[in-house]
């Protein structure tokens, strides 16, 4: 289940496994996103799929008055129902570094084991549509290159707008719970007021809240917003940087090296209120000394911001009023 498929040296390969896979007699289902996918994939591809015995369909399709907003943002893969993978890589040769097109890339994704695989096969079935979901096998997450088990949960979010939202409301709860450490990161960084006034309140008492962002913007508009919460932000006493390689795809949180969220979710307003969104939280004090080391190795390579210009504060101004409507 993936925002973006596109043709390239990756999804060949992938192809290549699963029609392979698919012969032999594997189950293969491929949802895609129809808005993510509308440049990446041409009009044949779900029939070339069915010719390769393989079930491909877009999530939502295209429609005059669809809203961008409302899509199916995962990333993700389950293996027989008991590997999944789950973050923030698409199946685009961008993601392994087969195309440049925005300095380096940097991205981040987990290989869960065990129970919690059930839950995000359960996860899909049910936005597939049209198959009865299996019961769900919760508590222990085997980690299979480790050897130990952790403690993990699946978190969902779809795309129907109906509240409450389980990133939005967790990332709130770490705001307060955290004491040491709050470390992000996220591609994009316009979050809604709510969740801007959990990270300055965080920061307010003692916590070092950190975020960092892309140096090199993929979408101009959202950079123009991005920087302007910056600003504010760092008002509040977060810091934000922005990884001065290239594109930081990554999205991740970490805090107190206790906790660690790995998903799809963008820090703004459509991935925490509007898009089908999923991820993995794990409390395990390894995992989260990992991505914390990940974390400042990747904070070494960031720089401040660079001020915006009066004219692009302008530019932000106008179209801050229409960016969760896209």
């Not at 959990?198 to 960092?212: E, H, P, Y």
């Amino acid at each position: 289940e993936y925002y973006i498929v596109a043709e390239g040296v990756l999804w060949d390969e992938i192809f290549r496994i699963l029609r392979e896979r698919a012969e032999r007699g594997v189950r293969v289902k491929l949802l895609f996103d129809a808005f993510g996918c509308a440049l990446s994939l041409p009009s044949r591809f779900v029939r070339e799929m069915k010719k390769a015995k393989i079930e491909a369909k877009p999530f939502r399709v295209l429609a005059p008055c669809a809203s961008a907003a409302r899509r199916d943002h995962r990333k993700l893969a389950v293996i027989d129902g008991h590997i999944a993978y789950v973050g923030g890589i698409n199946l685009a040769d961008e993601y392994v570094g087969e195309k440049l097109r925005f300095g380096h890339w940097k991205d981040s994704a987990l290989r869960l084991t065990g129970g919690i695989a059930c839950d995000f096969r359960q996860m899909f079935l049910r936005t597939w549509g049209g198959e009865n979901p299996p019961p769900v096998r919760r508590g222990i997450c085997g980690a299979a290159q480790s050897g130990h088990t952790m403690s993990a949960a699946a978190l969902s979010d779809n795309a129907e707008g109906r509240a409450p939202r389980a990133f939005a409301r967790l990332l709130h709860e770490l705001c307060g719970r955290a004491e040491k450490r709050l470390w992000l990161f996220t591609p994009y960084l316009v979050p809604d007021s709510a969740t801007m006034r959990a990270l300055m309140r965080a920061a307010a008492g003692g916590t070092d809240v950190r975020v960092a962002v892309p140096y090199i913007a993929d979408k101009r508009a959202v950079y123009l917003l991005t920087k302007r919460c910056a600003r504010i932000l760092e008002g509040g006493g977060v810091k934000v940087r922005a990884y001065l390689p290239g594109f930081l795809h990554a999205k991740s949180v970490v805090c107190d090296g206790k906790y660690a969220v790995v998903g799809s979710w963008n820090l703004d307003c459509r991935s925490l209120y509007a898009q089908a969104e999923c991820g993995a939280l794990v409390q395990d004090d390894a995992l989260a000394a990992a991505l914390e080391r990940d974390f400042l190795s990747t904070w070494e390579q960031c720089v401040p911001l660079p001020e915006a210009t009066a004219w692009e504060r302008l530019k932000a101004a106008l179209v801050l009023p229409f960016y969760s409507l896209v």
